[in-house]
């Protein structure tokens, strides 16, 4: 007898199953077993699989939502009743489950059973497919966070997995595991290709650098415009204590020497700090210690060590020789006083030497016509220290 309050098969739930799992797990299980019944199966690892698409599900069991078939189908399985391989239905909307208590000896499909079914081969009791949608969960990335891994790392590496596995169509009992394994693999390979990048890079700095020191050491000709690196003024000015104003007067002759002479070098730097600091040694003993200004002798000649400093400024001694009498002279008629008149004579031989050769300019206004400085109204010569006279630069002006 029929009733229209029952318009269609009512489903059978077994009262005493219903006690033992559960009313809704009792349902679930009659309905999955009647699918059973006309679905077609596969065997895998000595059981039959049943695939049960999305429009099954609704079809049969339209008072659950996915939630809610996911959560019961997962109770069945943790309950041992039913083993399930599929990703959560919410994801996956499918369920591949089998039925059997244990596994079947034969391994050849039922009879009448179609061959092509969207189960995949290597099934495995308690594995479950990847969802398209898979991704780690707060414990695992802070599983991976204790290997010092970015995080932007690790979510580049996800879309590459999920699509791996899902296009072999393995399963596996934890997915969060191989996540976890792939990204190790790759994070160690992204380190070791990064080092050995960094190392190549470091190789390559050095070989320019070598480059560019072999470059620097070519033999190359001494000219007009050469001047110290600041290497080298810094050894002589803050190292060697020398004067930067000597050291500037001590350019011009020795680029007019070595230009002079034609040859070619690598080490222009050490040569220029070797002949000042020679010089300079001579130049300090070359000054008169009597601190006591007077006029210029009649009968003065330079002392010995003068001409030693000019030996080593590279300055003609029988040019130096020829300007003693009109220094002399001069002097004389100007009747002023020094305290020491080889650091004047010194001056004057070395504007006069720089002035030949074309390396300085001449102010009118400081020099008169036989290139002697004109002293200063402001002061007086006896004011002005020995240094002061040694660093005096005026000659070159």
Avoid at 292 to 301: M, V
Avoid at 335 to 362: D, I, M, R
Wanted: with cysteine.
């Amino acid at each position: 007898m029929t009733s229209p309050l029952i318009p269609e098969r009512p489903l059978l739930i077994s009262p005493s199953l219903a006690a033992t799992i559960g009313l809704e797990e009792a349902c679930m299980l009659g309905v999955l077993a009647e699918l059973a019944c006309f679905l077609p199966l596969t065997q895998a690892n000595g059981r039959q699989w049943l695939d049960v698409g999305g429009d099954w599900a609704e079809r049969m069991l339209p008072f659950w939502t996915d939630y809610d078939i996911q959560r019961i189908s997962r109770s069945l399985h943790d309950k041992g009743v039913i083993q399930l391989v599929s990703a959560p239905f919410a994801e996956s909307r499918r369920l591949t489950l089998s039925l059997d208590s244990a596994p079947t000896q034969t391994s050849q499909p039922i009879p009448g059973v179609a061959a092509a079914v969207s189960v995949a081969p290597q099934i495995t009791p308690g594995a479950n497919l990847i969802p398209p949608h898979w991704q780690p969960d707060q414990e695992l990335l802070k599983q991976i966070a204790q290997y010092a891994i970015p995080p932007e790392f690790v979510w580049q590496q996800l879309p590459e997995f999920v699509t791996y596995w899902r296009e072999r169509g393995e399963t596996s009992h934890s997915w969060g595991a191989k996540f976890l394994k792939d990204v190790l693999h790759k994070w160690r390979n992204y380190e070791t290709l990064n080092a050995r990048q960094q190392r190549e890079d470091k190789e390559r700095q050095v070989r320019e650098r070598d480059a560019e020191f072999l470059k620097r050491d070519l033999e190359t000709a001494m000219h007009s415009q050469w001047r110290p690196t600041r290497d080298a003024l810094e050894v002589l000015v803050k190292h060697a204590g020398i004067s930067l104003a000597f050291v500037e007067d001590s350019i011009p002759e020795f680029v007019v020497y070595w230009q002079e002479r034609g040859e070619v070098g690598r080490t222009w730097n050490s040569k220029f700090i070797q002949h000042v600091k020679r010089q300079w040694l001579r130049y300090n003993s070359a000054l008169e210690h009597d601190t006591e200004p007077k006029r210029i002798p009649e009968n003065w000649q330079p002392g010995k060590d003068v001409y030693d400093v000019l030996k080593l400024a590279n300055i003609d001694l029988k040019f130096a020789q020829q300007q003693v009498a009109e220094f002399v002279l001069f002097w004389r008629d100007s009747n002023q006083v020094y305290a020491s008149w080889n650091t004047k004579f010194l001056q004057h031989v070395k504007y006069h030497w720089a002035k030949q050769h074309a390396l300085t300019t001449v102010n009118s206004q400081q020099v008169n016509h036989a290139g002697q400085q004109i002293p200063h109204s402001s002061g007086r010569t006896r004011d002005s220290s020995l240094a002061e006279q040694l660093n005096d630069r005026s000659w070159a002006s």
